[in-house]
Every structure is written in structure tokens, then in C-alpha cells.
């Protein structure tokens, strides 16, 4: 104790070290208010469109519904709550997804991007400072713990005095804790008082911001371990700080730029366009609703006819027209699902083959922990394409199925239908939810939690001299 005490003291005498933490304090706290208040921003813009797009599709007046079904629906994605830690995939993924019949458009008006791996024009967020500016900070703070003791003999005097390295160690590693801690608290407290002005009391979030807290405080661990090590096999403070720099550049810029490219390399996805062709490729292969030559479609009007035992599609019990519509729409859906599981699949050997990284880089692994605690990862966003496809999908079902059923054959663009039909559908109704934390992920924290366990044992085994 008297040892951290000692440490502690040296730090207070020569005050750069309280002074730098104090404007860290600062800065996130500027970091968190500047990016809650453009959550803020973009949740009331978010709020006033939903508002506005329910109230004109409820407002629409007497229509035929498959004009209705043009008309379409404005899916919205709501912000996560706690992405003002960290935005992660929500500045490249769109918050708006325009649904309507025989087309799955991709989400659109996006916000401008924040590189996860370098901080572009802009104020970084939470995130961004805790696992990529920190470290370099605890750098600058800690590289001469253990060199420049070597230099001025500290060291054999602490030695001398009955020290032992574990104690020298312990007492080091607890000062970069403690001061790891207060800008955690600064955090922590300052996002839970926002949190609790917007939304109330959420036990679940909370929650997450505590687990959001935590990751960053093991994740400063680990640095604060690397840095002590390094400064103890070091000659002088400079050899250590250069040695130091070129750790933090290796683990926080090249590999994980490195592993995106690799990523990107060996699991190849295609762009939005050549994605969309090959679907409409696809479907046009197996029939062209519009064509009434079409083959495809021809056995299936002859295999309507013959279901309901009569010669032309007039004497249909159902309207012919609303039948094709929901064939082509089932055709046209089908494809798509098949064609986007794969793409997801690809999403997701992608992920795995990345997350091996974490065993190299810290970096990657306690991001996309950060990330699953924010609701800000790409299962989220995907998730909810997914949620608001089968949306769509039921929407039209329950629209063709209007026009088959409820319009006549005969004069059957002259007709409508009373709007009370299309305030009778439930609108999309879509909240985030956190998904499991993933393995992949966990392997790589787990392996370096041992490295922290592994360097305070070698430091409590090693003697001075």
C-alpha cells in the first residue's frame, strides 16, 4: 500500500498527470453531449416522419389496392439508444426503407461515416476515445514507469528498501486503473443522466452501459499491462516510448485496417447494383407477369382455369388479374430471400474470419462487444431489413389478395375500394433488442484477460535484481 501511495504522490507532484485527466474529463464529456444531442436530433426527425407516414397511409382515400400497393410504406429504423457511445454500423446503413410491391429497395438517406479505425473530420465519439486515443495517452503517461526507474536507480532503492517487484508493479497498474475509473464514472454517470432525461428509468440499459463501462475498463487494462511490460524490458524511456508507439500503431491502425482488407479479400460481396440485376435476371428467367405470352405463366393461368373447373379467366370466382400479381409477387420474393440468406451467410463468414483477429489485436474483439452492448452491430441493422421484408411481404399478400377478392374482373381499373380496408392492416411495428453476445467475440477477451493474469503473475514471481 505504502508503495501505490508513493506512486500516487509522484504523479500529484508534477501535476501534468491530474491536469490531463481532468481535460479528458472534458473532452468526453463534450464527446457524449455532442453526439447525444445529434441522436436527439435525428430521433425527433425519426419521430415526426413516422408520425407523418402513418397518418398518410391512414389518410389515403378510396383506391384500388393495387395502386395502393405502389403508394407503399415508409419503414423507419429507430436509433439505438446508447449509440451515442458508439454509432457503429448506423452511419453506413440507411434509417429509412421505402416498401412496396415486386421490389425490395435497399435503406436510404444515411448519415456521413465515421471509420472505425481512423478518426476522420468530426468530434470522436466515447468509444473512439477509450479505444483508440486512450491507450496512446496511457503511452505517453506510463512508458517511463519502469525504464526511467532504471535510469535514476529508483529501482535497487526501492529494492533496498525491502520493495518487491509485484509491489512496484501493483502500484503502477492501480494509479492507470484509478485514473482508467474516473473517466468510466465521468462516463458513466453523464450517459445514465441522459439516458434517464430521455428515456426513464431502463434497467436494461443501464445494464448495458455498465457492460459498456466494463469492457472499456478490462480493455485499459490490458493496455496498462502491455505498457508496463514493455517499459520494464527497456533500456531508457525513449527506447520504451518508440517501442510502445509502434505496438500501438500495429494494434490499432494496421491490423485492423489489414483485417477488413484480408476480410474483404476473401469473402467477396457484391455491390447493391449487381445484386439487384442478378435477382431481376432471375425472375425473368422464370416468367414475365406483364407478358401474356409468357410460358411460365400460361401453365399457370391453364392450372387456375382447371383448379376452379372453368374455360376462361372472366369466369374466374376470383379476379385473374390480383391472382397474377401474387404469383409474380411470390416469384419475385423467393428469389430474393434466397439470393439475401446467402449474402447473409457471406456477412456471417465475414464476421467469424475477422473476429480470428481479436486474437492478435484487442482492438477488434472489444469492439464488437461495444458494439452488441449499443445495439449499433450489423445483426441489428440486419435485423431489421429482415423484420420490414416480411412486413412488405404480408402487406402486398393482404393487398393482392384485396384485388383478387374484392374487384371485379371486368372493369378492373375503373374500380376502388373504401380506405376503411387499408386502416383494417396493422402497421409496422419494430423495437430493438439486443442480440447474444457471440463466441467468436468472447474467445479472443478470454485469451487476453490470461495475458493480464500472465503478466501480474510474471511480476509477482520476479525479482528486482
Not at 356 to 380: A, E, H, M, W
Amino acid at each position: 500500500m505504502k508503495f501505490f501511495y508513493f506512486e500516487l504522490l509522484r504523479h500529484r507532484r508534477s501535476k501534468f498527470q491530474l491536469l490531463l485527466v481532468g481535460a479528458l474529463c472534458v473532452i468526453f464529456a463534450c464527446s457524449i453531449f455532442i453526439h447525444w444531442s445529434q441522436q436527439n436530433i435525428l430521433e425527433e426527425s425519426q419521430h415526426y416522419w413516422k408520425e407523418k407516414n402513418d397518418e398518410l397511409w391512414l389518410g389515403q382515400p378510396d383506391r384500388h389496392p393495387h395502386r395502393v400497393s405502389h403508394y407503399g410504406y415508409v419503414a423507419i429504423r429507430p436509433l439505438s439508444a446508447l449509440s451515442f457511445i458508439d454509432s457503429g454500423v448506423e452511419p453506413y446503413a440507411g434509417n429509412y426503407l421505402f416498401l412496396e410491391a415486386h421490389k425490395q429497395n435497399s435503406s436510404s438517406i444515411q448519415s456521413s461515416p465515421i471509420s472505425p479505425l481512423t478518426l476522420r473530420l468530426g468530434f470522436p465519439s466515447v468509444s473512439n476515445l477509450f479505444l483508440l486515443i486512450w491507450p496512446l495517452l496511457i503511452i505517453f503517461l506510463g512508458y517511463g514507469s519502469f525504464s526511467h526507474d532504471w535510469d535514476t536507480g529508483r529501482l535497487m532503492w526501492a529494492a533496498s528498501m525491502g520493495g518487491r517487484l509485484k509491489d512496484l508493479f501493483f502500484s503502477k497498474f492501480a494509479v492507470f486503473m484509478l485514473y482508467t475509473i474516473i473517466l468510466l464514472l465521468v462516463t458513466f454517470f453523464i450517459s445514465a443522466s441522459l439516458l434517464w432525461i430521455n428515456k426513464g428509468f431502463n434497467s436494461g440499459l443501464l445494464l448495458d452501459l455498465f457492460l459498456m463501462m466494463l469492457t472499456f475498463g478490462l480493455y485499459s487494462a490490458i493496455w496498462i499491462s502491455i505498457i508496463l511490460l514493455i517499459s520494464y524490458y527497456s533500456q531508457s524511456g525513449l527506447q520504451s516510448l518508440g517501442r510502445l508507439l509502434i505496438v500501438w500503431v500495429s494494434l490499432l491502425i494496421v491490423l485492423p485496417k489489414l483485417s477488413i482488407e484480408l476480410t474483404k479479400w476473401k469473402y467477396q460481396t457484391p455491390k447493391r447494383a449487381v445484386f439487384d440485376s442478378v435477382i431481376d435476371k432471375e425472375v425473368h428467367s422464370i416468367g414475365d407477369a406483364h407478358n401474356p405470352d409468357d410460358p411460365y405463366f400460361s401453365k399457370f393461368k391453364q392450372q387456375t382455369l382447371d383448379h376452379h373447373k372453368v374455360k376462361k379467366v372472366e369466369d374466374l370466382p376470383i379476379n385473374w388479374n390480383g391472382v397474377v400479381m401474387a404469383e409474380g409477387e411470390r416469384i419475385t420474393s423467393e428469389i430474393f430471400q434466397k439470393h439475401y440468406q446467402n449474402l447473409s451467410k457471406n456477412f456471417d463468414s465475414q464476421d467469424e474470419f475477422y473476429s480470428r483477429f481479436g486474437f492478435i489485436t484487442p482492438y477488434i474483439s472489444f469492439r464488437k462487444l461495444i458494439l452488441t452492448f449499443s445495439c449499433t452491430d450489423r445483426k441489428t441493422a440486419e435485423e431489421f431489413e429482415s423484420i420490414s421484408e416480411n412486413f412488405r411481404y404480408d402487406l402486398i399478400s393482404k393487398l393482392n389478395s384485396l384485388h383478387s377478392h374484392e374487384i371485379n374482373h371486368n372493369d378492373d381499373r375503373g374500380q376502388k375500394l373504401s380506405s376503411a380496408f387499408w386502416k383494417e392492416i396493422p402497421l409496422l411495428a419494430y423495437s430493438i433488442q439486443r442480440k447474444a453476445v457471440e463466441l467468436a467475440t468472447l474467445l479472443p477477451i478470454l485469451l487476453w484477460l490470461i495475458f493480464i493474469v500472465l503478466v501480474m503473475y510474471f511480476f509477482n514471481k520476479k525479482k528486482i535484481v
